[in-house]
């Protein structure tokens, strides 16, 4: 397989090239001036494993917790510290499945363009929002014991 492949020799051997990005490494394909990446989904989770969120956890004056993104501008309120990770997660995916159908909007927002690599790394996980939990390092900061 060549690194550099035509889009015309893609079309026309489209399973064997679809293996061989699976099973033995990613390509590029050239259609015209563009060159676009193919790669696997565990190619893309291997570039992206360094992309983990963290989120700044605080125990307000009521006993509630609410919890903030450093990377990205979502945050919620909870009553308790797992159901705050839940909400979270779901809010993330929301946000993730929005940025991709709004991508050339969100993309072109220079507030928004660094979300990118994190947004693919949640739609990755897909909707298991445990494995979304997974990506976010939750800091707590209180002066309260929290269990």
């Given at each position: 397989m060549n690194i550099l492949l035509?889009?015309?020799?893609?079309?026309?051997n489209w399973s064997q090239f679809m293996d061989e990005v699976k099973w033995v490494k990613p390509a590029?394909?050239?259609?015209?001036?563009?060159?676009i990446a193919v790669?696997?989904?565990?190619l893309l989770e291997f570039i992206l494993k360094e992309y983990n969120l963290t989120v700044n956890v605080f125990m307000e004056e009521d006993g509630t917790y609410t919890g903030s993104f450093n990377e990205i501008d979502i945050a919620s309120n909870s009553l308790d510290l797992e159901t705050l990770k839940v909400k979270l997660a779901q809010d993330l995916l929301e946000?993730?499945?929005?940025?991709?159908?709004?991508?050339?909007?969100?993309?072109n927002s220079p507030n928004r363009k660094n979300?990118?690599?994190?947004?693919?790394?949640?739609?990755?996980a897909g909707n298991d929002i445990s494995s979304i939990k997974s990506i976010c390092a939750f800091n707590i900061k209180s002066n309260k014991r929290v269990v």
């Open positions: 035509k889009s015309t020799d893609v079309r026309n590029f394909i050239m259609r015209n001036r563009d060159k790669l696997s989904g565990e946000y993730a499945e929005e940025y991709m159908n709004e991508f050339k909007l969100y993309f979300h990118f690599p994190y947004i693919y790394r949640v739609l990755l």
